[in-house]
């Protein structure tokens, strides 16, 4: 490693569909931050693969998974632990979906599955006014599309944590930590086809929980805004 590397901390794969293409989180999540391999590794936690010393890094993207924080695998207690000495330091950190669970779980936050039932496809989210200065997401839009898939919330926030933004099911969208460390729910490295993809996988089990699989579809979008979250924070990363 060295100190122009933006480390990607896996914590699962998406879907097999898309593995079988070639595809998962960490490249999409490349390609939105716009770097190459090299410049952003890959250490796969829930594989227990060892993270780098975080002096080492000018900043880290935590993936989502198929996991559930609850399911308390112990791999999140080290990923937690190596989070907080990531903070102290003031090294860069977005979380996202379980990744953005995973940073408030280690600042205090409570994770667990949300009273309403899942959250998935393209809804709006709409920015707090703590958003309007915020260096990761000032300047967006106060209301965009994002795509989001989870069935766990941040139910409460971190006592340090700013709320940032919210979707009419998920009152915790968005939230920071400190001046560089933020969390976010929905998935700014998701296209529409990806999250089409995510329907069309679940849909057998969304019309058993009553979801519209057919409005779900139609109302996916391209979400160019939440996708510019991931190049904002390249740029915060110094890259």
């Known amino acids: 490693m060295n100190k122009t590397t933006v480390l990607i901390m896996k914590t699962g794969e998406t879907l097999t569909p898309l593995r079988a293409q070639g595809e998962d989180f960490e490249n999409w999540i490349r390609s939105g931050l716009g770097l190459e391999t090299e410049e952003t590794p890959t250490v796969s936690v829930h594989l227990g693969e060892q993270l780098p010393p975080v002096s080492t890094l000018t900043g880290v993207v935590i993936t989502g998974s198929p996991a559930m924080l609850t399911d308390g695998a112990a791999w999140n207690m080290v990923a937690a ?22 940073l408030a779980h280690a600042c205090g936050g409570h994770v667990d599955y949300h009273p309403e039932g899942r959250e998935i496809g393209t809804v709006p989210v709409t920015l707090t006014e703590a958003a309007s200065g915020d260096a990761l997401l000032g300047g967006l839009p106060s209301r965009f599309h994002a795509h989001t898939t989870h069935s766990q ?87």
Do not use: K
Request: proline fraction near 4%; aromatic fraction near 8%; include cysteine.
């Open 81 to 102: 632990h190596w989070l907080q000495d990531a903070l102290a330091l003031g090294l860069p950190v977005l979380g996202i979906c379980y990744g953005h669970q995973l």
């Open 153 to 239: 919330s941040v139910l409460r926030l971190p006592d340090s944590a700013v709320l940032l933004g919210a979707s009419a099911h998920d009152a915790h969208q968005a939230f920071r930590i400190g001046e560089r460390a933020w969390g976010v729910q929905f998935h700014p490295e998701f296209t529409a086809r990806i999250m089409r993809t995510y329907v069309q996988v679940r849909q057998a089990v969304l019309r058993e929980e009553g979801y519209d699989v057919d409005t779900l579809l139609r109302n996916v979008v391209e979400t160019p805004a939440a996708s510019a979250v991931l190049r904002r924070f390249a740029a915060l990363c110094g890259r």
